[in-house]
């Protein structure tokens, strides 16, 4: 509690500088009801703050907050671990009460770097690429999986700290990219939480017919600040109605992999899981134009280093190292007034593959969306749907918002999975859930 005031006061000198100040607070209640349990999934209250300082010269302070109430629910049943978290991106570091969560959301200092030029340096969110509920070149920030992918991408995506420089480089806008931070993708607790990963694609399972124990080991996070850095490079440039980009990162997968052996506890064999960080090089590039009332989107990239779950008895660690090219095709439609329908087609290919990994060499899924502003844009209703064509799982999404006044915002939400229970949404097929989310501005 001590560190929480030491920060609130290190903050005040800003309302006394010379400039713009603004600032912008929201209080939202969520709560969700799991239909299959009839339990409550999630009942929480969140504070947001943002503030906002623009200097005499251009230059901006910008520092947001997030402090989480967990009410109750079944998301994080006692206190999350956050093994993922680096020492400086924690916010346990200045006020640890659960289940009153803090977070240090943003907080960085933006200028201008020479005519054409800019330079942002602090915790911040960089996001590349357009895609839509899946991830093909959104990899700078690592994402918080608590609520599988149900929470929007600005609310899940973590912040790191980080140095952000744009400058011009002939035809291109030229951004460089390094983040000393070593946060990585967070998971809910294993074999805790309503969205605690268990398919076997993802978490290593004992072989079918064995009923072995799983011991998972903590992760074994990187930590050395400079040597663990990860770096990116993105050039971007339109040419007539084509924005084209060429992206680069030589970086560590927010995702650990894992590595398992057979061990002897006891009496009694155990598979022990240690999950593990890899370095990997990722470069692809994006294209998207405007051809009357569509809108056309592109991505690709390739990871030079893939681990996935390797299930074949003669393995010696439990894991199968190859590569991946994943790509997504994207089609917008404007036509008809108010509204847009989207359509996205994605692959995952790896460079190799055997009989005994979890899923095929080519990986796809499809999404399907249809968003329509009412009632003189006060109101939106949206429909989406995720399919994964190899495993026959989905999962259907629908949410009405509604601007009650203009300080207060309601969603309604219904969220369906089905499908193999091994599946990537097949896995919470006993997660169906309908949810509430009241906001209110000030």
Do not use: C
């Not at 061990?263 to 994006?286: D, F, K, L, N």
């Not at 844009?377 to 994964?388: I, P």
Request: hydrophobic share 35%.
């Amino acid at each position: 509690m001590f560190n929480f005031f030491i920060f609130a006061i290190a903050a005040l000198p800003v309302l006394a500088l010379a400039g713009e100040f603004d600032s912008d607070s929201k209080i939202s209640y969520q709560t969700a009801e799991n239909i299959s349990a009839g339990k409550l999934s999630k009942s929480e209250t969140r504070f947001y703050n943002a503030l906002s300082y623009q200097t005499d010269s251009d230059g901006r302070l910008f520092l947001s907050t997030r402090l989480r109430w967990n009410m109750s629910g079944q998301l994080e049943p006692g206190e999350p671990d956050q093994t993922a978290f680096s020492p400086i991106s924690d916010g346990r570091k200045i006020y640890d009460n659960y289940p009153f969560q803090f977070e240090l959301r943003e907080a960085y200092y933006r200028d201008t770097l020479g005519e054409e030029g800019t330079l942002i340096l602090g915790k911040q969110q960089v996001v590349w690429g357009q895609a839509d509920g899946v991830t093909v070149l959104d990899i700078v920030n690592p994402m918080n999986y608590r609520e599988f992918i149900l929470e929007d991408p600005e609310e899940a995506r973590i912040p790191t700290w980080m140095a952000n420089i744009v400058v011009p480089a002939g035809p291109f806008d030229m951004q460089l990219l390094w983040i000393p931070d070593q946060t990585y993708t967070d998971f809910p607790n294993y074999n805790e939480g309503e969205f605690a990963i268990r398919s076997r694609r993802l978490i290593p399972q004992a072989p079918a017919g064995l009923t072995l124990p799983v011991e998972r080991r903590r992760a074994e996070r990187p930590d050395r600040p400079i040597k663990d850095s990860d770096v990116g490079m993105a050039l971007t440039t339109s040419v007539d109605s084509w924005d084209f980009s060429l992206n680069y990162m030589y970086h560590y997968n927010d995702a650990p992999f894992f590595e398992t052996r057979l061990s002897m506890e006891g009496a009694r064999p155990v598979i022990v899981v240690r999950e593990r960080y890899e370095r990997t090089h990722t470069v692809g590039g994006s294209a998207s134009t405007s051809i009357n009332d569509f809108v056309l989107r592109s991505e690709l990239a390739h990871t030079t280093h893939r681990s996935i779950i390797d299930y074949d008895p003669s393995s010696e660690n439990g894991r199968f190292r190859t590569n991946d090219t994943s790509y997504v095709l994207g089609l917008d439609y404007y036509g008809v007034a108010e509204s847009v329908f989207s359509a996205q087609f994605y692959q995952s290919i790896l460079g190799g593959t055997t009989d005994y990994l979890p899923r095929k060499k080519v990986d796809t899924i499809m999404t399907f969306l249809y968003r329509k502003d009412l009632m003189h844009q006060r109101d939106s209703f949206e429909a989406r749907w995720l399919t994964n064509n190899n495993d026959g799982d989905g999962l259907f999404r629908l949410q009405y918002a509604s601007k009650l006044t203009k300080s207060i915002k309601s969603t309604l939400g219904l969220d369906v999975f089905y499908g193999d229970k091994n599946g990537l949404f097949g896995q919470f097929h006993n997660n169906d859930r309908i949810q509430l989310k009241l906001d209110y501005y000030f």
